[in-house]
């Protein structure tokens, strides 16, 4: 169930990237032009990951501290990394972080209500086989 449940995780990551990168083309339209959702989506695994990178390289000094401090400095630094990278990339200034974060948040949501559905579905569907195995 384990390997599951970590395959499944994998998976979903991909899904916050799309995720995000649909939310941005809806909300950084410019009048001219743009970028499209490919664009978005390149631009979202990029930050993704950076921050991947990062937190890989901070996870064993930080959760060893504190599990929460190690979730509150992943999370936070998604919203500090898409925000400075979307200055340089939207070029929207303040208005541009503002709807960035917007998105991002919409974007956790999604992530982890579809996490939360994934993970109960593979509780269940754990239960069910060792109750007829």
């Not at 960035?100 to 982890?112: K, N, P």
């Amino acid at each position: 169930m384990l390997r599951s449940v970590t395959a499944a995780y994998s998976y979903m990551g991909l899904f916050f990237a799309f995720a995000m990168a649909g939310l941005l083309s809806l909300f950084m339209r410019k009048n001219r032009g743009g970028f499209n959702l490919a664009e978005q989506f390149v631009f979202s695994l990029f930050v993704i990951g950076h921050w991947t990178l990062f937190t890989g390289l901070i996870l064993p000094i930080t959760f060893r501290i504190s599990p929460i401090l190690h979730s509150t400095i992943g999370i936070g630094g998604y919203f500090v990394l898409f925000a400075v990278a979307s200055l340089g990339f939207h070029q929207e200034g303040a208005k541009g972080v503002l709807k960035t974060s917007l998105c991002l948040a919409i974007a956790f949501l999604a992530y982890f209500i579809i996490l939360a559905i994934v993970m109960m579905i593979f509780v269940i569907l754990a239960t069910l086989d060792a109750a007829g195995g």
